[in-house]
């Protein structure tokens, strides 16, 4: 929903234009945020590059609290770089693209006191010149580091106890909340860790790592179109997960993180024994048909508010029409699909199905919370699992996959013309690097009931196929020579 403005490049300016991003919260209290971004390119047109970031920001109360300066609106930028550098030139234009994370750091100079702010840009594609008329991308250059199975994000920071890695332990739980005749209304399974940034004695930042133990005590409210679950544990820190249905399909549409900065769990914060509460508003998560139940075995990453990450595992949750206190037919998440439908080679671990501790890799132990001051209300019901970790590992027998089969796709022009005819079958064999920075092999063919779109023009056409509900997109370009 951001508003995108810019300038692009003309007769008066050829090696310059700009992108501006402008956002805000659908509520007018939760301030304004936008970025400038810049580019370049040589007097020869052959390559162009980000030249310019400038990000502006409102110090809302909400997003910064006990701000010196609160509701100020500040600008951070960094100029004269030369990042992105592409090869691009009028006759055979190209656009950047970039799936791993990049960070810009940018200066601050509206205070006195020397702060500097990041802006990690997550998978780029990127084309300032020389856009074609169908407003498509040209065919990308791509960065190096996608072609690096040695390159590594960012380590995370470290911490004073053992922080949450794929390969730890995730205690599961299922979790159950009554109405007021006594009939289980919501039902979740699911289990969480919870990463939580904060600041030690000397001013460095830590991250906090605990996970949601599997007897939290459970509340929450069902009603038509609204529900919410709330999970408590240790009286301090609690998760809630609110869901909205429109009598058709019902949504998450809201997180909410509350923490207590205890020795336990925040050893040598900064500011001991302070309360925050971190919200993520106005989302639309987890779509499905009322009646059924979501469900996810795949490891999920959310962000809510500053700082805080949510790890979801093993998830399967149905906020309305409960029968018999038993989950309805489910409803798979993208990422399990992809999942057992495209088996990978050489793979070291296995995502267990059944609500149990789920185990990524060699189990270590994980600091969760005690569980011997919680208590649980009368009216919920909680089944708590025993750990386990999965059984040794043995390397799988190679899988010979099928033959893609063949497709027909037609691309029709704006008067209904046919002007692209494609018959073919699509087999994608994609490298990746696993958790043991190990080369995995991903196999899996693109089915013959993919969407196809496209355009056609005088000497280049384009044909677009889309598949796994919209997950998935694939485009070849086709251009014609005089010779």
């Not at 409102?58 to 910064?64: E, K, R």
């Not at 055979?92 to 810009?104: A, N």
Request: contains cysteine; charged residues 15%.
């Amino acid at each position: 929903s951001s508003q995108a403005s810019g300038t692009c490049a003309h007769l008066l300016d050829e090696e310059r234009a700009v992108l501006n991003i402008t956002f805000n919260n659908v509520q007018k209290h939760m301030g304004h945020f936008g970025m400038n971004l810049t580019f370049s390119r040589n007097f020869f047109m052959t390559h162009f590059w980000l030249s310019e970031v400038t990000v502006y920001y409102q110090l809302i109360p909400a997003l910064f609290p006990d701000a010196v300066d609160a509701n100020k609106t500040l600008i951070s930028a960094v100029s004269g770089i030369q990042k992105i550098m592409t090869q691009s030139t009028v006759v055979t234009p190209r656009s950047y693209l970039c799936k791993r994370d990049q960070v810009f750091v940018l200066d601050n100079d509206d205070i006195d006191v020397q702060l500097q702010t990041n802006l990690t840009v997550h998978y780029i594609q990127a084309q300032p010149f020389e856009v074609n008329r169908q407003g498509m991308f040209s065919p990308p250059e791509e960065c190096p580091q996608d072609f690096d199975p040695t390159t590594k994000p960012p380590p995370p920071d470290t911490t004073l106890f053992n922080a949450v890695t794929p390969s730890l332990t995730f205690p599961v739980g299922d979790f159950s909340l009554k109405d007021s005749k006594g009939q289980a209304c919501l039902l979740a399974s699911m289990g969480v860790v919870f990463r939580v940034e904060y600041r030690i004695e000397d001013g460095k930042k830590r991250n906090a790592t605990y996970a949601l133990p599997v007897n939290s005590s459970v509340g929450g409210s069902c009603d038509t179109d609204q529900a919410t679950l709330s999970l408590m544990f240790t009286s301090t820190f609690n998760l809630s997960l609110s869901f909205y249905s429109d009598g058709k399909k019902f949504v998450l549409n809201s997180f909410v993180v509350g923490y207590q900065r205890t020795a336990q769990f925040f050893p040598h914060a900064q500011d001991p024994n302070t309360s925050e509460v971190q919200v993520k508003n106005d989302i639309e998560l987890f779509t499905t048909d009322l009646g059924k139940s979501y469900r996810c075995a795949s490891l999920r990453e959310f962000k809510v508010g500053q700082g805080v990450r949510l790890e979801i595992i093993a998830l399967q949750i149905q906020p309305f029409k409960v029968k018999d206190g038993h989950f309805g037919d489910a409803e798979t998440c993208p990422q399990d699909l992809l999942t057992t439908q495209f088996p990978i080679l050489n793979a070291t671990t296995t995502l267990p199905t059944k609500s149990t501790n789920h185990t990524l890799a060699p189990a270590t132990t994980l600091q969760t919370t005690d569980a011997a001051n919680t208590t649980t209300p009368a009216r919920t019901t909680l089944h708590t699992s025993h750990p386990h970790t999965s059984p040794p590992y043995t390397q799988p027998t190679p899988i010979k996959h099928p033959k893609p089969l063949q497709g027909h796709y037609v691309v029709k022009n704006p008067t209904g013309k046919v002007c692209l005819l494609a018959n073919m079958g699509v087999q994608f064999i994609a490298k990746y690097v696993q958790q043991d920075d190990t080369v995995g092999v991903g196999v899996f063919n693109v089915p013959v009931s993919s969407i196809a779109s496209g355009a056609c023009e005088d000497d280049i056409s384009s044909l677009t196929l889309t598949f796994y509900n919209t997950t998935f997109h694939v485009t070849f370009i086709f251009g014609k020579t005089n010779e």
